[in-house]
Structures are given as structure tokens and as C-alpha cells.
């Protein structure tokens, strides 16, 4: 009994320790499938099955993303000069599989098995160190040597003494020197081998060479991993997730993102960069300016029907009395000040008030034939407001006249 009862327990053990090794194994960094990635990325992007990639990953980021220059910096570990990314989701894209650029969609991610501290290809000169991502499907002999050209707007440059910084973002060269920096640079050729893993990277420039070259010293940073999705640098140690990833799997249901769009439904980068905040802002500007350059104008128009108004109050007493003296006198006042005046208003108030003098000669010639110029007294009415002074000297002859006619009194008796 007693043997029976110790070979049970033993089984129990044994049964145990099996189902609990590949739990443990799967939480500490395990071989996991590709559908850990397909999980893990979806809150982030948009999966979408490419023709000539499959499964590719873009990721919900501004205009302008670029991989291993957009929101990140480099960090000497011991895995060599490693990419630390800001985006949480960037413990992936930045260390599994390939970067591409689709014209029209802006860059995707295609996901592979191998791990590496940043696939990158690296340059040098007296001057700068200079990186970009390497495409799919690219070996990775030919990404280090000097036969891979990766287009120039791709490649991210900064001064040798400000590589390493962790605000690098804030000494990007512009890409317009791009083309003449590369001319005079050479391909940087460190590879290692990770043989645990059985994978070939390029760790980056020489950590001697960079500290001479920014003048500082630089202390490697362990690389620690971690059971969970993510990473943080902290305490001299890059906690990152990198689970062994395996390519293949055999038997059971393929992995699959939950949900993948068709390429030709997704929006173009000019669509994506012309979003509310960047496109309709700038050309709504140009549609509100005409709207309100049009308001100032109408102001001018209300202002001449302003003028008449109080223009015929005073006219009334000043002309009454002029219609009966010579009339030699109104007729210089309306041709020459009427013909002067527009000239000088014509100016002020742009092209609306010269449709006022238009209506002007249209009643000028009234009061000529007529004889009446009560009606139409607003246009000589303004004319006392220009020249007070020779409304002012006429008055003045009429008063004269009726004191000879008191003194002589034989004007009266001729009007009898």
C-alpha cells in the first residue's frame, strides 16, 4: 500500500510540473505566435492585409511619423546602441520585423520573429552618424554594406556630439542636407551574433568612438526582460518584453488579427495630413477674409444717406432767399463745386461713392431749367460745408442793398 501510494503521488507530481513549466515559460518571455501581435497592436493601429506583405500594422500616429526618429532615442545597452520608444505599443514594431514606406498610406510595420536592439542600417562621417530602417525582405548582408541605398528623406542625421542624447528628436539635421551628408559618409559595419536566439544585428557605432567624438563617457544599460507587454528604462535597466516569436506554427487555427481593413479603403496620406487640424483650417481663412472685407464696404454706402439727411435742415434758410437775387451766383456754386467735390470723395470711399456723382448731373440739370433749386438743395448744400467762406461773403451784399433802397424809396414805387 504504502508503494502504491507513493507512485500515485509521484504522477501527481509529475503531472503538476508539466502543466505549470509551459505557463511559467509562456509568462517569462516563451515562444508565442504572431498573434501576439496581432492582439497586442490593434488598440494602437489598423491592421491591413497587403498584397505583397500580408498582415501589415499602421500605426494611429500625427503626419510626419517616422520609425526610429519619430518620438524615441537611442540607448548603449548591452545589446549595443538599442531604441527606447515613448509609444507604449513600441516594445514591437521597433525590435520585431521591417519598416515601409507606401506612398500612399505613409509607413507600415510587417512583423517578423527576429529581435534586435533597432533593424536599422547605420552611416558615419567626420561629422555625423546617421541611421534608417530597413525594408522587408531585405538580408541583412545586404543592409549593412554599401550597395543598399535607402532613400535619402529616410535617413535621420544628427552632429557627433549630440548622439546619445535622450531629447535627440531636438537635433535632427534637416533632411534637405541629407543628400550631400550621405555622399560623404561610409556604412557602419558592427554586427553581432545573439546566439541564444541565433540572429545576426548591427549593434551601432563604437561605443570609444562615440565618446570621443560628444565628449562624454557612456555607461551600458542592461537589457532585462520582462513577462508583459511593454518596457521602461529605469535603475540602469531596459525592462522590455521580447518573447521568442515563433514564424511557423503547426496544427491549431492560424493567427489572425480580429479585424483587418482592405488597403483601398483606407485614406491617403494627403487626406491624413489634411485633416481638421492641419487642411481645412488654413483654407477656411481665405474663405471667411472676402466675407468680411465685403462689410467695411457697405459701410461707406450708408454713411452719403447719412449726409443728405442732416445736408437738408440747414440748405433751406441759406438758399431761400438767394433764389431772388442774380442768378449768376448759384450757377457757380453748382457747376464748379459739384464737378470738384466727387474728385476728392471718389478717393475716400473707393469705387461704391462713385456711383453718387453719377446721380448728381442727373438732377443737376433740373434746378438749371426749372429754376427751382428748393428740390435739390442737398447738393449745394454741400458745398457751404467745403467752402464756409464764400457762403459767408454773400449774404453780405444783399443786406447793403436794402438800406439804398430805403434812402432813395423809388424802388418800391417802380415794383407798384
Not at 516594445?91 to 506612398?103: E, L, Q, S, T, V
Not at 488597403?263 to 487642411?279: A, D, I, R
Not at 467735390?341 to 478717393?347: D, F, G, I, M
Not at 442793398?401 to 417802380?414: I, L, T, V
Request: with cysteine; aromatic share 10%; charged share 15%.
Amino acid at each position: 500500500m504504502k508503494t502504491k501510494v507513493f507512485l500515485i503521488s509521484v504522477l501527481l507530481m509529475l503531472c503538476i510540473s508539466i502543466w505549470i513549466t509551459p505557463q511559467n515559460a509562456s509568462a517569462q518571455g516563451g515562444a508565442v505566435s504572431f498573434q501576439v501581435f496581432y492582439n497586442e497592436l490593434s488598440p494602437y493601429g489598423t491592421w491591413v492585409n497587403s498584397p505583397d506583405y500580408g498582415y501589415v500594422w499602421m500605426p494611429n500616429v500625427g503626419p510626419g511619423f517616422t520609425p526610429y526618429s519619430t518620438n524615441g532615442y537611442w540607448v548603449l545597452t548591452d545589446e549595443g546602441w538599442t531604441w527606447v520608444s515613448n509609444y507604449s505599443w513600441g516594445w514591437a514594431p521597433f525590435h520585431y520585423g521591417r519598416w515601409y514606406n507606401d506612398p500612399h498610406h505613409g509607413f507600415m510595420w510587417v512583423p517578423d520573429n527576429e529581435w534586435g536592439p533597432g533593424w536599422v542600417t547605420w552611416r558615419r562621417s567626420a561629422d555625423y552618424y546617421g541611421w534608417a530602417p530597413i525594408g522587408p525582405g531585405v538580408n541583412i548582408n545586404v543592409a549593412y554594406s554599401s550597395g543598399y541605398n535607402v532613400p535619402y528623406n529616410q535617413w535621420t542625421f544628427v552632429r557627433n556630439r549630440d548622439f546619445g542624447r535622450r531629447d535627440i528628436n531636438n537635433y535632427y539635421v534637416q533632411s534637405s542636407n541629407n543628400v550631400t551628408i550621405i555622399k560623404n559618409t561610409t556604412v557602419i559595419n558592427n554586427t553581432r551574433m545573439d546566439k541564444s536566439r541565433n540572429v545576426t544585428y548591427n549593434a551601432g557605432p563604437e561605443r570609444n568612438e562615440v565618446e570621443k567624438r560628444a565628449g562624454k563617457t557612456f555607461t551600458p544599460v542592461t537589457v532585462k526582460e520582462i513577462s508583459k507587454p511593454g518596457q521602461n528604462l529605469s535603475n540602469n535597466q531596459l525592462q522590455i518584453y521580447r518573447p521568442q516569436v515563433q514564424k511557423n506554427i503547426s496544427g491549431g487555427k492560424k493567427p489572425a488579427p480580429s479585424k483587418v481593413e482592405n488597403l483601398n479603403n483606407l485614406k491617403p496620406v494627403k487626406e491624413q495630413t489634411t485633416s481638421p487640424q492641419h487642411g481645412p483650417a488654413p483654407a477656411k481663412q481665405p474663405q471667411q477674409q472676402p466675407k468680411q472685407n465685403p462689410a467695411p464696404a457697405k459701410q461707406p454706402q450708408q454713411q452719403p444717406k447719412q449726409n443728405p439727411a442732416p445736408a437738408k435742415q440747414p440748405t433751406p434758410p441759406q438758399h431761400k432767399a438767394e433764389p431772388g437775387k442774380p442768378q449768376s451766383t448759384p450757377p457757380q456754386h453748382k457747376a464748379e463745386p459739384v464737378k470738384q467735390q466727387p474728385a476728392k470723395q471718389q478717393p475716400q470711399h473707393n469705387a461704391e461713392p462713385a456711383k453718387q456723382p453719377q446721380q448728381q448731373p442727373q438732377h443737376n440739370p433740373q434746378p438749371a431749367k426749372q429754376s427751382t433749386p428748393q428740390q435739390h438743395n442737398p447738393q449745394p448744400a454741400k458745398q457751404p460745408q467745403h467752402n464756409p467762406q464764400p457762403a459767408k461773403q454773400q449774404p453780405q451784399p444783399p443786406k447793403e442793398n436794402p438800406s439804398q433802397n430805403k434812402e432813395e424809396d423809388n424802388n418800391p414805387h417802380k415794383l407798384l
